[in-house]
């Protein structure tokens, strides 16, 4: 089974400045990693995902991510937030078992980031 | 209309009253799930779909029934339900049921139960 733990419930930040959403994954087997966004009033929006290869993955709106597998970390980065960043943050993992088994997605429990003027 | 839709978007019905919440995707997925998104708690997978054949139901009470008709097309069916099944439905496809694939979500469907 896999677990992911967002090691944060909220974080403020000011506009322009850098962020860094955390999170932290176990798991039995290898897998696959997803950062997706939800605005208010609306579903999840994926912004990013690794697969396999560069450890570091680039997403949309600028946010990037990167692979740690020996500290079994996905921690989520922009280097300069807007306004309309301010969402729900979501980290999730689909475990990697060869062929074509089902790859089901297991969430954290969120990271409101909230980006003030 | 392009994604993943879900109506309605606000549901509020009593204990005893039945209802169904739909949900359609109009991006030639095959598979299909229905997750429950509750304050302060991870998204909790319900129910699994590939091709019309229910693939998961994940420990979730009868009064909780699933139909999909065909790929493009998610039922919830509600009765009897209990106020803390009060919560956001999020209704999500993905292109086939392996590994690795994104899976986009519709809005959600807002549920209160009074």
């Known amino acids: 089974a896999q677990s992911v733990t967002q090691l944060d419930s909220q974080v403020p930040v000011f506009e322009e400045a850098p962020v860094e959403l955390r999170c932290n994954y176990s798991?039995?087997?290898?897998?696959?990693l997803f950062w997706y966004v939800q605005y208010p009033n609306q579903g999840l929006q994926l912004l990013l995902k690794?697969?396999?290869?560069?450890?570091l993955v680039k997403g949309i709106n600028g946010f990037e991510a990167e692979f740690n597998k020996s500290q079994t970390s996905f921690h989520l980065r922009k280097p300069s937030v807007h306004i309309s960043d301010t969402a729900e943050y979501f980290c999730a993992v689909s475990p990697y078992a060869g062929g074509t088994s089902y790859g089901k997605l297991t969430f954290g429990q969120g990271t409101i980031l909230t980006v003030h003027p | 209309e392009t994604g993943v839709t879900q109506t309605p978007r606000h549901l509020v019905m009593g204990m005893t009253n039945k209802k169904s919440l739909k949900c359609e995707q109009h991006?030639?997925?095959?598979?299909m799930y229905w997750y429950k998104q509750s304050a302060k708690k991870p998204l909790e997978l319900m129910f699994v779909?590939?091709?019309?054949?229910?693939?998961e139901n994940n420990s979730v009470p009868s009064r909780f029934s699933p139909e999909c008709p065909n790929s493009s097309h998610l039922f919830l069916h509600l009765h009897t339900l209990q106020p803390e099944d009060s919560a956001l439905y999020l209704c999500?496809?993905?292109?086939?049921?392996?590994?690795?694939?994104?899976?986009?979500f519709g809005p959600g469907t807002r549920l209160t139960v009074t």
């Open positions: 798991s039995s087997v290898s897998v696959y």
């Open positions: 690794y697969l396999s290869g560069s450890t």
């Open positions: 779909y590939s091709l019309e054949e229910r693939v």
């Open positions: 999500a496809s993905s292109l086939t049921l392996g590994q690795g694939y994104e899976q986009y």
């Open positions: 991006l030639g997925h095959n598979a």
